[in-house]
């Protein structure tokens, strides 16, 4: 365990780190670094990863299938155990956001690449993409059914966000070049050109997105119920990655593929999750305080994940 703190997480707390500390030290505009990331930069990383990977479709699919199954169950137990516990409107809403969506972009692929190299890496782009997709339409919809605001004009958001979403393009372009039987090493002049451009910014990416997730994590602790963190808390870093790992082994996958799923279902909330609670207000404070809790928590519960799974 002690390895895979120094080999793998140490990595990604450290360039996170810096990010935190330079959003205490100096005004950072956040939306914008991470608007750059979103639209800019992931696109680009998802592009020339897909290009040059040497996946099989079926894996691909089967960590897209995962990521969902693991949002459809951990719905289902989440909103069991809320009902239960009296949890309705924000406090169901907030609840479902921190337990059904965790940190599998900004945390997740710097974490997949150091654990288990550039297979496991692009496996992860799948599940996080799905993740994404997932996100700006299930979590909308959540956010805005706890807070009342669901209406006629709900389902015209969700698919406005869905269109907005540069990683589908990325995707899609990318599974479309390779299917034409297009070689990257043969390329050249002006083709060559921008593939090696693209790949640079996809190059910055990792880095660029612990350092967003760091600044975003500066913000300071949020004060809520330590019960109600505690159990947000325990559904998102215990009970996900033992759905995932059951999930997994259901679907067929094994080896880097079932430990990629269990490790990027067993991470921190999601940070998207506070813009969608803010913006639908359901119960932001509790979102933010969970997501701060489970990223500080997620270091001991991945590492102690982490070994369980061989890394």
């Not at 299930?138 to 009342?148: I, T």
């Not at 967003?212 to 505690?230: F, I, K, S, Y």
């Amino acid at each position: 365990m002690i390895r895979v703190l120094l080999e793998v997480l140490l990595p990604v707390a450290l360039v996170a780190l810096t990010g935190l500390v330079l959003r205490r030290r100096m005004p950072l505009d956040q939306t914008t670094l991470n608007r750059v990331v979103i639209y800019g930069m992931s696109p680009a990383l998802i592009f020339s990863s897909l290009v040059e990977s040497d996946l099989v479709g079926s894996g691909a699919l089967r960590m897209f299938a995962l990521s969902v199954g693991v949002v459809l169950v951990m719905g289902l137990i989440t909103g069991v155990a809320a009902w239960s516990l009296g949890l309705r409107g924000g406090s169901l809403s907030a609840l479902l956001l921190v337990s059904l969506f965790m940190n599998s972009g900004n945390y997740g692929l710097p974490a997949s690449r150091f654990a288990f190299g550039p297979e496991g890496f692009t496996l992860a782009l799948f599940y996080f993409i799905a993740q994404a997709v997932l996100g700006q339409t299930v979590g909308v919809a959540l956010a805005a059914a706890g807070s009342a605001q669901a209406g006629p004009g709900l389902l015209r958001e969700v698919t406005g966000r869905v269109l907005r979403m540069p990683q589908i393009y990325a995707t899609v372009a990318a599974l479309l070049l390779r299917a034409s039987g297009f070689d990257p090493t043969l390329a050249g002049g002006v083709v060559l050109g921008a593939l090696r451009g693209i790949a640079l910014l996809g190059e910055a990416t990792l880095p660029m997105m612990l350092i967003v997730l760091g600044t975003q994590l500066g913000g300071g602790v949020v004060r809520e119920e330590p019960w109600l963190v505690a159990l947000a808390c325990g559904l998102r870093l215990v009970i996900s990655p033992l759905v995932a790992y059951g999930l997994g082994l259901a679907l067929g996958l094994q080896g880097v593929a079932l430990a990629v799923g269990v490790m990027l279902s067993g991470m921190p909330a999601a940070v998207h999750t506070t813009i969608t609670a803010i913006e639908f207000e359901a119960r932001p404070s509790l979102v933010v305080a969970v997501v701060v809790a489970s990223s500080l928590l997620s270091l001991l519960s991945l590492a102690v994940l982490l070994t369980l799974l061989g890394v």
